[in-house]
């Protein structure tokens, strides 16, 4: 992931006793030369770090007062905070407290704080506490350095996901958190160190100007040992979740045609963007269309307002989510189209830092030869790619895949493949005889992560995919219509022998129940055999919750023809929008 902004604490990590490192002075200037943003992000009022550290304009902007106040270079200024109320200043000024007023903050020593709190409980004033070793904060609970950083970003078009904050302090502890890559120093809060991905050691600011120029020589964020940011692949009531993390890797998704490898991606995805990160999507056959209901989010072609170059790279610049719906071109121009745009994508990721992710489906049919090696841009990774045919990959792409997911993939030619890709990543042995089973096996709501993604701890990880927010109305259409194999289809019994026609989509299931005698279909909805079967073969819990309603109804009531007909209603109205 592209570096584009350094955000740094001011006193105790660049600054001592108020006085700016000279070293440290040195590299943001070289950062900035480089085409870094520095920003300062302290707890100090604004006209106090001018006292301190002189013109300001040696960095791309400040917040100051712990995320209250917002400054550029150019003068302006923005309050994100409201004035501290004049009540508690007078309470305060009777007690003969020492302490200092901001625009929007209260400052003072720590050792009052029991003073303040018994004041803002008698005051019923909505302030927060925000420690800062010896020193104390009061301000609007609603403000941190989180917020303030925010919003200087946003101001200045460019992503917190690009960013690397340094701390040193407790109130530091929401700046680490909402950069990208938090970092604390060693001379620091023993919890802020724990909580950081990354420690500066040394003994004070010039060992941070040392991790400046050491970052700086890299265009991408450093690698972090411990990311608070990942995706959930499984949900089980009761344990933990499986999860992994994605940043700076690249992602493979395969599987079968029908599998549900667009659903899983989907979800990854999904995920992604609600985290805040920025999506580009090139969606061949128009699987992705419902993440349109997504914030931030469009989608755009399927035989409308398809943006071409500048267009898109106007999109681009807005920082959006974007989803090109290419399924309206024929193959031809749907080639000419990625051949085209999908290295301007990358070359904005390079220059702005997003989108942070870019997904190709169908990929197979865009990266065959040397294409793969152009039209990717893996030097900041990020990418995902889905394919049902990962053995038409270019090696060279394939090489650079971090992640495996893999739905239902029976072709033993392409798990070769991975198992090959496997053998070549892992400097450690790793028994994938059976994955042959395995795969092949996975029904619709399931998928495995391979080896050697380290999450897997070796060994094939097999998971039932988490919940998606978005429908998927073109991955449903496709189980209403198309049949699933022989092994999976519904088969009507009476007393354990086989009844009438069997189904192999839901649309079949629909017409073949009303061909049924009525005491099977009661036995088959006495026990959930409906709701069980859509739920397990095509994993619409949604549709199997409603099923399962309608199922109990008629056990209570005995009315077949009523069930019927409401049951096909169903059905039909969940994909009327085919």
Same mark, same amino acid.
């Given at each position: 992931m592209r570096l584009r902004v350094i955000a740094t604490d001011y006193d105790g990590t660049v600054a001592k006793d108020g006085v700016l490192s000279p070293a440290v002075r040195a590299a943001i200037a070289?950062? +900035?030369? *480089? %085409?870094?943003?520095?920003?300062?992000?302290?707890? $100090?009022?604004?006209?106090?770090? $001018?006292?301190?550290? %002189?013109?300001l304009d040696f960095v791309d902007g400040v917040v100051a007062e712990n995320?209250?106040?917002?400054?550029? &270079?150019?003068?302006?200024?923005t309050l994100l905070g409201t004035p501290p109320p004049m009540c508690l200043i007078e309470k305060l000024t009777k007690r003969g407290l020492d302490f200092k007023v901001g625009r929007c903050v209260v400052e003072m020593e720590a050792e009052f704080a029991d003073i303040a709190i018994s004041l803002i409980r008698e005051l019923e004033l909505p302030l927060a506490i925000t420690f800062n070793r010896g020193r104390m904060m009061l301000l609007p609970a609603s403000i941190s350095k989180s917020s303030g950083l925010r919003h200087l970003l946003d101001t200045l078009g460019v992503s917190l996901h690009n960013a690397?904050?340094?701390? =040193?302090?407790?109130? =530091?502890? /929401?700046?680490?958190?909402?950069?990208?890559?938090?970092?604390?120093?060693?001379?620091?809060?023993? +919890?802020?160190? /724990?909580?950081? !991905? !990354?420690?500066?050691?040394? !003994? %004070?600011p010039d060992a941070v100007a040392d991790y400046l120029e050491q970052i700086c020589v890299d265009i991408r964020i450093p690698a972090e040992s411990s990311s608070? +940011?990942?995706?959930?692949?499984?949900?089980?009531?009761?344990? &933990? &979740?499986?999860?992994?993390?994605?940043?700076?890797?690249?992602?493979?998704?395969? %599987? !079968?045609?029908?599998?549900?490898?667009?659903?899983?991606?989907?979800?990854?995805?999904? *995920?992604?963007?609600? *985290?805040?990160?920025?999506?580009?999507v090139f969606d061949p056959e128009g699987d992705y269309s419902s993440l349109a209901l997504l914030p931030n989010t469009v989608v755009l072609g399927g035989g409308r307002m398809l943006p071409h170059g500048d267009d898109l790279k106007m999109l681009l610049q807005q920082g959006i989510n974007v989803v090109l719906n290419l399924s309206h071109l024929d193959h031809g121009a749907k080639c000419e189209y990625i051949e085209h745009h999908l290295p301007l994508v990358a070359q904005h990721r390079r220059e702005r830092g997003f989108p942070h992710r870019i997904m190709l489906d169908e990929c197979h049919y865009f990266l065959g030869g040397a294409l793969g090696r152009r039209l990717l841009d893996f030097q900041l990774d990020g990418y995902m790619l889905v394919t049902y045919r990962p053995s038409q990959l270019p090696i060279e792409v394939l090489k650079e895949i971090d992640v495996i997911a893999v739905t239902r993939l029976a072709e033993q030619d392409e798990v070769d493949v991975l198992r090959d890709l496997l053998d070549q990543k892992s400097d450690h042995y790793v028994d994938s005889h059976d994955w042959y089973e395995e795969l092949a096996s996975l029904n619709i709501s399931e998928a495995a992560l391979l080896p050697p993604t380290e999450?897997?701890?070796?060994?094939?990880? +097999?998971?039932?995919?988490?919940p998606r927010l978005t429908a998927h109305v073109r991955h449903r259409t496709k189980y209403y219509e198309i049949p699933v194999s022989k092994e999976e289809e519904f088969v009507f019994t009476n007393q354990g022998e086989p009844v009438g026609q069997s189904a192999a989509t839901l649309q079949e299931l629909a017409v073949a129940a009303k061909h049924v005698p009525s005491d099977v279909l009661l036995g088959h909805c006495c026990h959930h055999d409906f709701s069980r079967w859509i739920a397990t073969v095509f994993g619409d819990h949604s549709l199997a919750n409603d099923i399962r309603q309608l199922e109990s109804e008629l056990k209570a009531d005995g009315l077949v023809e009523r069930f019927m007909n409401r049951f096909s209603e169903t059905v039909e109205k969940r994909y009327e929008s085919r």
């Open positions: 070289k950062a +900035r030369k *480089q %085409g870094l943003l520095v920003v300062i992000v302290t707890g $100090r009022i604004l006209s106090e770090l $001018r006292s301190v550290a %002189g013109s995320g209250a106040v917002v400054a550029l &270079p150019s003068g302006h200024i690397v904050g340094i701390g =040193d302090a407790e109130n =530091d502890h /929401e700046l680490l958190a909402v950069c990208e890559h938090g970092v604390a120093v060693s001379w620091g809060s023993s +919890r802020l160190k /724990e909580a950081a !991905d !990354d420690v500066i050691v040394g !003994d %004070g608070h +940011r990942k995706v959930v692949l499984e949900e089980v009531e009761g344990q &933990p &979740p499986f999860e992994i993390q994605i940043r700076s890797r690249n992602i493979l998704v395969a %599987g !079968d045609s029908f599998s549900g490898k667009s659903w899983l991606a989907g979800m990854l995805v999904e *995920q992604q963007i609600l *985290q805040g990160y920025t999506v580009h999450e897997t701890n070796g060994q094939l990880r +097999r998971f039932i995919v988490a």
